[in-house]
Structures are given as structure tokens and as C-alpha cells.
């Protein structure tokens, strides 16, 4: 049974960094792609980045990009969004997701981890 669990989050400031990990168990990752996605209240989901899992090929949002870095550590199974500069729009509950390669749908979520930030 897959498991993604996210933690890292919290209250910070504005212009502050936080690192959000998420730990993947419950089965090997190749061919996956790993994402990190966020929902700020009375908004729809968002992507926010991903990664492959093999290759450590990236890819973000444009208003993540050059603020936020994923990264991925196999021998410790986890996921990390590095992210700095922080702005309030950027406060949402983060969620950490799984899916192979040539599917388009996420299929594991994790349960999500709260990044509030204050101006």
C-alpha cells in the first residue's frame, strides 16, 4: 500500500523559506513522477512542481519558478520542496502526489501539510 506523508509545514513570513518533505513508502518509485501540488481556501488546486523519480527531471509553475526547488532523495524514499522567498498567495495546505510516467492522473496523494505566511 503506497503512503506519502508530508510534514515541513507551519507559519512563517513573508520573504522566509520553509522545506516541506514528503516520505513515499509501500512500493519502488521508478517510473514515477512525484509532484507537489497546494489549495489555498475557496481555490481549486494547483500544481506547483514535480519531478521524476529516476531521472531528477523537473518541471514548475511559473509562479514557483526560481523561488521554489523539488528535489528527491532515493535512498531516503522522500521528496522535498525547498521553497524561499515566500509571498501570502503561497499560503495553501501542500499535498504531495505520486503517478507513473505515462498516466495523467495522480494516483497516491498524501494527506497535506499547512504553510501559512504572514505579510
Known amino acids: 500500500q503506497v503512503q506519502l506523508v508530508e510534514s515541513g509545514g507551519g507559519l512563517v513570513q513573508a520573504g522566509d523559506s520553509l522545506r516541506l518533505s514528503c516520505v513515499a513508502s509501500g512500493r519502488t518509485f521508478s517510473g514515477f513522477l512525484m509532484g507537489w501540488f497546494r489549495q489555498a481556501p475557496g481555490k481549486q488546486r494547483e500544481f506547483v512542481a514535480r519531478?521524476?523519480?529516476?531521472?531528477?527531471?523537473?518541471y514548475y509553475a511559473d509562479s514557483v519558478k526560481g523561488r521554489f526547488t523539488i528535489s528527491r532523495d532515493k535512498a531516503k524514499n522522500t521528496v522535498y520542496l525547498q521553497m524561499n522567498s515566500l509571498k501570502p498567495e503561497d499560503a495553501a495546505v501542500y499535498y504531495c502526489a505520486a503517478r507513473r510516467i505515462e498516466q495523467n492522473e495522480y494516483d497516491y496523494w498524501g494527506q497535506g501539510t499547512q504553510v501559512t505566511v504572514s505579510s
Open positions: 519531478i521524476t523519480w529516476s531521472g531528477g527531471i523537473t
